[in-house]
């Protein structure tokens, strides 16, 4: 079935690309477009511009060796020339927090406008996160406008959304929980389904063995729900919504821990995890949510209720504990070491999580932000993310960046940790004691306090209550 369609992939960002490697590397002829040039010379080297493990590899064997992906600048003749266009392009937040749709209604005038030039019958497939009616009444009625066809008739449309976790996008794509198709009519979603059982299909074939050995279990077809269009805009809100919902419950509930001699946070997170109504998963405590989905997903949902005269308030709610819980880390500083008015204060991680180099709404920005309005000077060093952080986020030069990670505890008058990355997992207290006096704050809870404490470093963290 493969060899016979083809794809084309609109946005080779995070969800894009990604979604295009996996789709050649199963066979399918892929094509990832873009207006970006760079990025597309870059994807024909068989190269990334963004850090993603197991990604290189992915892009480098289905451009150079298997010869199933390409990018391109031409999309209205790559999309003419294809079956099904799968929309991944950005939709980032407005000042007012809304849903930036800018970049979607390009991508709907270009198959339009391809749709308009081609026989026979197409299917377009929206997988970028947008609020409620947007397929329906926004990319819908701009294909039939620039074609002058019909959805349903000429063009199939659904509405399927992606849930993957950056630094295990991969994993997530070949090995999803479950698959939503909001369909428009029942042959888009027939289309569609048999798609992705083919992408998904048990066969002892290079793509199995592959990933198979790579992350120990084998490809499988999860569970299809196929819906309504508005219902798969809707289920992809709620599952980012409840997920940081649940971050920001544990971290408020930390912030009441540390009131409690005697109580760790992460004790009573794992008591309430093993309560399958609750599950462990998303209760560690820290710094607060960042990233491109979380932060922009929930302000979305909140404009959007309230445009349609709801008031969100359990949302509204998320997104303040969230801003708050970053500038806890620096009160724990004041705590611990008083006025940080030319103290030097050293950050260990500057993406918002470990295995990425994405620096979009990271606590890390925050937090420095926080410090240096206190007149500290802050040092950072990460794995991944220092170029980005220099050239695409807020920090740019406002702070030092360290050539190796040893070179932060030179006079440095306290250490936070703020993205868990496994370097910092394999620090000792003798790594620590190099500083001028030795203060840790752990914004993710990895280290054990009382082996530090025993050491002679001054060890506090999130959620951490005096030890009676």
Not at 340 to 367: C, H, V, W, Y
Request: aromatic share 8%.
């Amino acid at each position: 079935m493969h060899k016979e369609i083809k794809l084309t992939v609109s946005g080779t960002g995070f969800v894009g690309l990604i979604t295009a490697g996996i789709f050649a590397d199963r066979g399918f002829l892929t094509t990832a477009l873009d207006t970006d040039e760079n990025k597309i010379v870059t994807v024909n080297k068989g190269e990334t511009f963004f850090f993603e493990p197991y990604l290189p590899e992915l892009i480098k064997r289905v451009v150079l060796e298997k010869k199933t992906l390409i990018a391109s600048t031409e999309r209205i003749k790559s999309i003419k020339e294809s079956d099904v266009t799968l929309i991944c392009v950005g939709t980032p937040s407005k000042s007012d927090g809304s849903c930036n749709l800018s970049f979607i209604e390009s991508a709907a005038e270009d198959i339009g406008k391809a749709l308009a030039q081609k026989e026979g019958y197409h299917l377009v497939v929206a997988k970028s996160t947008i609020v409620p009616e947007t397929t329906r009444t926004l990319i819908k009625t701009i294909i039939e406008k620039q074609s002058n066809k019909k959805a349903g008739v000429d063009f199939g449309l659904c509405m399927s959304p992606e849930f993957l976790r950056e630094g295990q996008s991969v994993h997530d794509t070949i090995f999803p929980d479950k698959i939503v198709i909001g369909q428009f009519d029942e042959k888009s979603g027939e289309k569609l389904e048999a798609i992705f059982q083919h992408l998904y299909r048990v066969e002892d074939d290079d793509f199995s063995k592959t990933w198979g050995t790579i992350f120990g279990k084998k490809v499988s077809c999860p569970k299809i729900l196929r819906r309504s269009i508005e219902t798969a805009e809707c289920i992809k809100y709620a599952n980012n919504s409840f997920l940081a919902t649940k971050i920001s419950f544990i971290n408020e509930f930390a912030n009441i821990c540390e009131r409690v001699p005697g109580v760790d946070i992460k004790h009573v997170a794992e008591a309430i995890g093993f309560d399958f109504r609750i599950s462990d998963k998303f209760l560690q405590a820290g710094t607060g949510f960042g990233g491109s989905c979380f932060p922009k997903d929930v302000n979305a949902m909140i404009t959007f209720a309230k445009d349609h005269n709801y008031s969100p308030k359990l949302l509204e709610s998320v997104m303040a504990v969230n801003i708050q819980q970053a500038k806890r880390m620096v009160q724990l500083t004041e705590n611990a070491i008083g006025d940080l008015k030319g103290k030097q204060i050293a950050i260990l991680g500057l993406s918002f999580k470990p295995e990425t180099d994405d620096m979009r709404n990271a606590p890390s920005i925050k937090i420095i932000d926080e410090l240096l309005s206190k007149g500290a000077n802050v040092i950072a060093w990460d794995p991944k993310a220092i170029e980005k952080a220099k050239k695409e986020s807020e920090l740019s030069d406002k702070i030092t960046y360290a050539n190796t990670l040893g070179e932060i505890f030179d006079n440095t008058d306290a250490c936070l940790l703020v993205t868990e990355w496994n370097q910092f997992k394999k620090l000792e207290p003798k790594d620590f004691k190099k500083m001028a006096k030795p203060v840790v704050i752990d914004g993710r809870r990895i280290y054990d306090y009382k082996k530090f404490r025993e050491e002679g470093i001054i060890c506090v963290g999130i959620g951490l209550g005096e030890i009676k």
